[in-house]
């Protein structure tokens, strides 16, 4: 192995630059390879100027920094590029250029670093002979194959921080806070930050809700003495036999934005009578520093994906099962996309300590 390519695609996740960081540590210094950096996802590979070298001295300091000194795109899918022509917007295949690209720059291995889109089409690259190596990254856990993605840990700190943020102001107004969180259609954000917060009503994708069973656990709080009541909701939450709250509707290139059920949960509390405000604590989960976790984990990554490279395990995605970090095919990884298991231990816990799902158990 002597030359080997990292990107990061997507949006952005705390622990980037620590994955980005230990990739080039570790193939300088284990294998003696030469690294680049891609900018911009896919996209550095068909774009002037989109490749740079990166030797120990590009990644010095960047192991606590947020972002991705790389840059990413979450439109970047070279299946489905958006491109003008005669002053016409069309969507073309340029896989075929980003793969000429890839050849001629003599590459041992693309180490790719995303999301369930970015990492489809690494999947998709591989099966055109493209040699790459996935490493999870997301902070809505949505990624199969893996007990954790990176970046996960850093956005449930930030929204466990909000909760704890928000009780004491519910608290004093005596008022029933909403709190609105990511994490697309994997309720982990909210189920996570809601127990390690304290909520009252945790509201996820995988378990539709009902007004009635949140405004009951609401008024039995104030029945029990307690008059104010937080309430954190993911954005892909719906009401049962209802649809999900979006912001902007997709495209061809984008996928449909979530938000909203926040406002509408609160309005409805507002409604029954309870004060009520809502919080959409939005980018704020993504940005800054990565928590130590994060950077571990990360490092980790990074590192296996390396040394998954040099063995030649492409098609694969590096994992976390049972504290270990493994090699798993991307294939196997994509297959199922994670979403909360609604028998384990997680949702039990939460019941057993009153936390209401605003279904009928509750
Ligand atoms: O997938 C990560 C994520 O932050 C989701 O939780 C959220 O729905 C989405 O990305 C927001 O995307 P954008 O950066 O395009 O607003």
Not at 81 to 95: A, C, F, L, N, Y
């Amino acid at each position: 192995m002597k030359r080997i390519a990292v990107l990061t695609g997507g949006g952005d996740a705390p622990g980037l630059n620590a994955v980005i960081r230990a990739v080039v540590k570790t193939a300088i210094n284990e294998y003696h390879c030469e690294v680049f950096g891609i900018r911009d996802g896919y996209d550095g590979f068909i774009t002037p100027g989109g490749v740079v070298p990166l030797d120990l001295a590009a990644v010095r300091g960047i192991l606590p920094r947020g972002g991705t000194i790389l840059g990413t795109a979450n439109r970047g899918n070279p299946f489905a590029r958006k491109v003008i022509r005669d002053g016409q917007e069309m969507i073309v295949d340029v896989s075929n250029d980003v793969i000429a690209a890839i050849f001629s720059l003599h590459l041992d291995a693309v180490i790719v670093i995303g999301g369930d889109g970015t990492l489809r089409i690494a999947q998709e690259l591989y099966q055109k002979g493209v040699p790459v190596i996935g490493v999870p990254k997301t902070i809505d856990n949505d990624v199969g194959g893996t007990e954790v993605t990176f970046g996960f840990d850093t956005a449930l700190t930030i929204a466990t921080e909000a909760l704890d943020r928000l009780h004491t102001t519910a608290e004093a107004h005596h008022r029933v806070m909403v709190l609105e969180l990511m994490g697309r259609d994997a309720g982990f954000i909210a189920l996570h930050a809601g127990v390690a917060g304290g909520a009252d009503v945790i509201l996820i994708p995988e378990i539709p809700f009902r007004y009635e069973a949140v405004l009951r656990k609401v008024r039995q709080r104030v029945e029990r003495g307690s008059n104010f009541s937080l309430i954190a909701v993911s954005e892909g939450a719906k009401p049962l036999g209802g649809t999900q709250v979006f912001r902007q509707p997709g495209d061809a290139i984008y996928v449909p934005r979530l938000g909203g059920i926040g406002q509408q949960v609160a309005e409805y509390i507002q409604s029954q009578g309870f004060e009520s405000r809502v919080t959409v604590l939005g980018h704020i989960q993504r940005g800054g520093t990565p928590t130590a976790f994060d950077r571990w984990l990360a490092t980790r990554y990074g590192a296996a994906a390396v040394r998954a490279a040099a063995a030649g395990e492409f098609g694969s995605m590096v994992a976390l099962q049972n504290a270990q970090v493994i090699t798993v095919p991307l294939a196997e990884a994509l297959a199922v996309p994670k979403r909360v298991d609604l028998q384990g231990d997680a949702i039990r816990t939460a019941r057993g300590l009153g936390i209401s799902f605003g279904d009928d158990w509750s």
